[in-house]
T-cell receptor, first 113, second 115 residues
Framework: QKEVEQNSGPLSVPEGAIASLNCTYS??????FFWYRQYSGKSPELIMF????GDKEDGRFTAQLNKASQYVSLLIRDSQPSDSATYLC?????????????FGKGTHLIIQP | DAGVIQSPRHEVTEMGQEVTLRCKPI?????LFWYRQTMMRGLELLIY????????DSGMPEDRFSAKMPNASFSTLKIQPSEPRDSAVYFC?????????????FGDGTRLSIL
């Protein structure tokens, strides 16, 4: 059984600070990792993906992957109130791109103005 | 570019009725996924297709659920008969399932309420 674990939160962070979201996964064969943002009542929106160990930066977002520890994280720098949402970690087992994702239940992030 | 298109956006029906959800994937994408989201269980993969062929339906909860993809631009998820516990938001997603994992793009979802 593939499992993806996230702290449900809410995680409250003051505006301008760094928000750190964490995710662990059980399947060592996992190869692709995704972070989705979901606003209330909306569909998940892809914000980052990472395949290799280390850091990947895109604007204010940095994804970090440590396959040995089966751990992936998302850092949001200079947090804005518009970043308030639920962040879903998703894991894909194969590299073929034709597999479904296993999602965590998400972390609810609140950015306090 | 048009994204993944789902219909209807909302569906309210009585227990025992047949429900059909529809999805049009992004043009050129050859993988299609059906997910269900509830507060209790989060986002769960129900079934996915690659090149119109069902690859894994192990997430389909029971025989009352069925999915088809008759061509590359259309898929349906059917529930017959429907039950109150099927109430959820159902998302369709698509991707290009070529070499190397590609991100999945989600439709706006169908909010299903079974009374």
């Amino acid at each position: 059984q593939k499992e993806v674990e996230q702290n449900s939160g809410p995680l409250s962070v003051p505006e301008g600070a760094i928000a750190s979201l964490n995710c662990t996964y059980s399947d060592r064969g996992s190869q692709s990792f995704f972070w989705y943002r979901q606003y209330s009542g909306k569909s998940p929106e892809l914000i980052m993906f990472i395949y290799s160990n280390g850091d990947k930066e895109d604007g204010r977002f940095t994804a970090q992957l440590n396959k040995a520890s089966q751990y992936v994280s998302l850092l949001i720098r200079d947090s804005q109130p518009s970043d308030s949402a639920t962040y879903l970690c998703a894991v894909m087992s194969s590299g073929g791109g034709a597999d479904g994702l296993t999602f965590g239940k998400g972390t609810h992030l609140i950015i306090q103005p | 570019d048009a994204g993944v298109i789902q219909s209807p956006r909302h569906e309210v029906t009585e227990m025992g009725q047949e429900v059909t959800l529809r999805c049009k994937p992004i043009s050129g994408h050859n993988s299609l996924f059906w997910y269900r989201q509830t507060m209790m269980r989060g986002l769960e993969l129900l079934i996915y297709f690659n090149n119109n062929v069902p690859i894994d339906d192990s997430g389909m909860p029971e025989d009352r659920f069925s999915a088809k993809m008759p061509n590359a631009s259309f898929s349906t998820l059917k529930i017959q008969p429907s039950e109150p516990r099927d109430s959820a938001v159902y998302f369709c997603a698509s991707s290009f399932g070529g070499a190397g994992a590609q991100p999945q793009h989600f439709g706006d979802g169908t909010r299903l309420s079974i009374l």
